[in-house]
């Protein structure tokens, strides 16, 4: 199976800050990674795709980069509304990985 | 609309059992592979279950033997009939397309006597 590893468990940076979240796969996934935003009660929410999509209606701060075995989630400019908790997935083979999350918050 | 509503949750004893089911608009069931994914209280996700196209299913080990994934396309319906619930079942349980990710809102399932 393939293993996900994201970083750091937990972020805190100020409003306009640059944010950065790494996830590194156990083998490639080519570019077959999802990054998602969820809210305390709600849903995943599709950011981005194919590790560098940015989906329909997601603010362009966010940025994701990488191919293989090594992504990153960047946010330009921290916003308040970006509080929340972050996950990566692979979804390259029939049993989808998800790393185990990063809470940003607000300093 | 393209979406996904699963439904189904509830409480229910040890040992129990409850069918999930997901209806998917605007695409058919049939046509993708679809998933089931869970999160349990203040944890993180876990996928446990794929139906792909051809009909051929994957289980997670945590719920393999016990869970049963399968559609009915003239209802363009997913299910998860889950038999055996362990404590350790109670999450949060969405549905999800692969390919062209999407997510439905998740129906919440409590094993609990």
């Known amino acids: 199976d393939i293993q996900m590893t994201q970083s750091p468990s937990t972020l805190s940076a100020s409003v306009g800050d640059r944010v950065t979240i790494t996830c590194r796969a156990s083998?490639?996934?080519?570019?077959?990674l999802a990054w998602y935003q969820q809210k305390p009660g709600k849903a995943p929410k599709l950011l981005i795709y194919?590790?560098?999509s940015l989906e329909s209606g997601v603010p362009s701060r966010f940025r994701g980069s990488g191919s293989g075995t090594e992504f990153t989630l960047t946010i330009s400019s921290l916003q308040p509304d970006d509080v929340a908790t972050y996950y990566c997935?692979?979804?390259?083979?029939?049993?989808?990985?998800f790393g185990l999350g990063t809470r940003v918050e607000i300093k | 609309e393209v979406q996904l509503v699963e439904s189904g949750g509830d409480l229910i004893q040890p040992g129990g059992s409850l069918r999930l089911s997901c209806v998917a608009s605007?695409?058919?069931?049939?046509?993708?592979?679809m998933n089931w994914v869970r999160q349990a209280p203040g944890k993180g996700l876990e996928w446990v279950s794929v139906?792909?196209?051809?009909?051929?299913?994957h289980y997670a080990d945590s719920v393999k033997g016990r869970f049963t994934i399968s559609r009915d396309n003239s209802k363009n319906t997913l299910y998860f009939q889950m038999n055996s619930l362990r404590a350790e079942d109670t999450a949060v349980y969405y549905c999800?397309?692969?390919?062209?990710?999407?997510w439905g809102q998740g129906t919440l399932v409590t094993v609990s006597s």
């Open positions: 997935q692979e979804y390259n083979s029939y049993s989808w990985t």
């Open positions: 605007g695409f058919a069931v049939s046509d993708t592979y």
């Open positions: 999800a397309r692969g390919g062209t990710l999407l």
């Open positions: 194919k590790a560098s």
């Open positions: 139906i792909y196209s051809d009909g051929s299913t």
């Open positions: 083998q490639s996934v080519s570019k077959w």
